[in-house]
Structure formats: structure tokens, C-alpha cells
């Protein structure tokens, strides 16, 4: 399989420790970004590729979930004493916490095995700064779609530490944006990326696509998504379901997204799609496993009463920007 990957996610994988609010705890259960959408890609049925580092330290068994799901490991790291390792913990109101015990190694661009630069598309998804906007601009001239995930560039995934000594403001992240053709960003994200303007997540979506990207996502949890392009916006509303554990929610969202957009072209399909995907992925818990994620006649399913009518809908292409 080595050599096929069409998506290729870059991003640490975690060695996640969930710590329940009763005080229950579950060691050693896979994590983070990376590991989410590359699961979830590999499940919808895209050759996916992932480009992380594993050290010493990481249980056996911690990448299994990605060999389950068929998932090209050719970028895998093994060098170094440390795997990224968090314990998640959860609140009795829902809310939770990421508290960081240990980081892997910066990824930099040499880290990108040669037969990966084959690939249709690259997402960017760190948990805590592990790829600068230096490594960034490197895979941008490779010429593929770029997609990111600003959750880990002073959003929601990262640590207070490592916030107050990257101090990304908001040119930097500017900079950063400018890069990529499709950026993520949580409503979480936003609050914290922009919370000396209290910006909406309107207001945010916009600054957004006036930085440079071709669409801008900011999920909203229970509230839906909003998917706007140069000259469309969408609201897509979540899809009703029970819901167990959101963590990984907007991690499978951009999987379906991605999946979804490199068959459609089109953003407004591909979201409604995706939010299909992180429905089912949402009505279980425990970390990152293959059956967690749809495959996607699954995913499917849920969307088969969605009419796309609801919508105003319109083709819209993406290219990859020039490096």
C-alpha cells in the first residue's frame, strides 16, 4: 500500500489517558487529530497515509487501530524516547480537559516519506504546535490541497504552556492561513484565536476566508457547521443522534469532508456528508478504533432522509494553490 496514500494527515498521534469524571480511568487508548481522520478516511475507503513520530515509550498495541483500518504507516517516526502523551479529563458537566505529560519530536518536512508527495491532498492537524509554519510552507510547494485544523495553533488542543511560548497573534496566523485551501476551526477555536475581537462564527468564517482560504469550516457541536466559500455561505445543521463522546467530532467531520469533496467538489455535499461521518463516530467513545469509524455505506445511511434541497446549492472546484 505503500506509496498510495491520497490523504496524508500530519499531526502527532496521542497516547491518551482518559480520566472519567467519576474518577474511572482508561490507560493507554490511541488520540488526537492525526489519528481520528486517518482512521476515518481509511474507513470511508481513501488510501490514507499518516506522518506522525512514535517513541520508545508507546505501548504495543497503540497503533493497532490504524493497521485495522488499513492506514499507511511508511510515515511513522519510531526515533525518540517520547510519544505524545495527554490524559483527558472529563468534567461532570461534559466539559473536559487536555492536560500534556509528555511531547514527540517537532515534525518537519523530511519527516514526509518521497511517496507521499504523490498525494491528492495534505490536512495539517497538530495537537500542540509540533509543525511550523516554516514545515508548513515546505509541503505547500508540493502544490496539493492543503487542508488545516487551527485547533492546535493556539485553539483548543493546545497546552497554556506551549501558548505562551509560541505566541502565534494573529498575523502569524495570517501567514499561517494563507497556506491552505481549506481551514477548520471550532467555535472553541475562534473564541480563543480571536478573543480580543469576540468575534461571532460568522465573523470568524469570514476573517478567515479574507486571509486567503477557499473554504473556511467552524464546527459548532449541537449548533451544526458553517461551510463558506468566496461566494457562498452554508449553515448545516447537525443530524440528530445520541451522543456519547464528542471528543473526535470534528476530527471524522473533516474526514467525511475531505473524503467527500475529493469525489463531489462540492462543499455543501461534502459537509453534509461529514456530518454524517462524525455522528456515528460521536455515538461511541474510547479513543480512536477502527469499528468506531463508518465505513461508507454507513455513513450513508444517515443522511438518506437529508434532502440537500434545504440548501442553495452550487459546483464549486478547488485547486491546489501554486508554492
Not at 57 to 86: C, I, M, W, Y
Request: aromatic share 8%.
Amino acid at each position: 500500500m505503500t506509496g498510495s496514500a491520497r490523504l496524508v494527515s500530519i499531526g502527532h498521534i496521542l497516547n491518551e489517558i482518559i480520566v472519567f469524571a467519576d474518577g474511572k480511568r482508561e490507560p493507554s487508548v490511541l488520540g488526537g487529530p492525526s489519528a481520528y481522520f486517518s482512521v476515518a478516511s481509511a474507513r470511508l475507503g481513501i488510501p490514507t497515509g499518516i506522518v506522525t513520530k512514535v517513541g520508545t515509550d508507546a505501548p504495543g498495541h497503540l497503533l493497532q487501530p490504524l493497521r485495522e483500518a488499513g492506514v499507511d504507516l511508511a510515515g511513522v517516526s519510531f526515533k525518540g524516547d517520547a510519544t505524545t502523551t495527554n490524559e483527558l479529563i472529563y468534567a461532570s458537566d461534559e466539559s473536559k480537559e487536555l492536560r500534556y505529560l509528555k511531547h514527540a519530536p517537532p515534525i518537519i518536512f523530511e519527516d514526509i516519506p518521497d511517496a507521499y508527495h504523490q498525494a491528492q491532498s495534505f490536512y495539517i492537524c497538530p495537537v500542540n504546535y509540533e509543525i511550523s509554519v516554516k514545515t508548513v510552507s515546505e509541503i505547500a510547494c508540493l502544490g496539493k490541497i492543503m487542508g488545516v485544523d487551527l485547533g492546535g495553533y493556539g485553539g483548543a488542543h493546545v497546552s497554556k504552556k506551549r501558548y505562551a511560548e509560541n505566541k502565534m497573534n494573529l498575523v502569524k496566523i495570517k501567514e499561517l492561513t494563507s497556506f491552505f485551501n481549506v481551514v477548520k476551526a471550532s467555535d472553541e477555536d475562534c473564541s480563543l484565536l480571536f478573543f480580543k475581537e469576540s468575534l461571532s462564527e460568522e465573523e470568524s468564517a469570514q476573517r478567515l476566508i479574507d486571509w486567503g482560504a477557499n473554504i473556511v469550516i467552524i464546527t459548532m457541536g449541537v449548533k451544526g457547521s458553517l461551510v463558506f466559500t468566496r461566494n457562498k455561505r452554508y449553515h448545516v445543521p447537525s443530524l440528530s443522534g445520541k451522543v456519547v463522546d464528542v471528543t473526535g467530532g470534528g476530527d471524522s467531520y473533516m474526514a467525511g469532508f475531505l473524503v467527500e469533496f475529493i469525489r463531489t467538489g462540492d462543499p455543501l455535499k461534502s459537509a453534509v456528508f461529514a456530518s454524517a461521518v462524525a455522528l456515528c463516530v460521536i455515538e461511541n467513545t474510547f479513543g480512536v478504533r477502527a469499528l468506531r469509524m463508518p465505513t461508507l455505506k454507513e455513513a450513508r445511511k444517515r443522511i438518506s432522509k437529508v434532502s440537500l434541497r434545504n440548501y442553495e446549492k452550487t459546483k464549486y472546484t478547488i485547486t491546489a494553490r501554486e508554492g
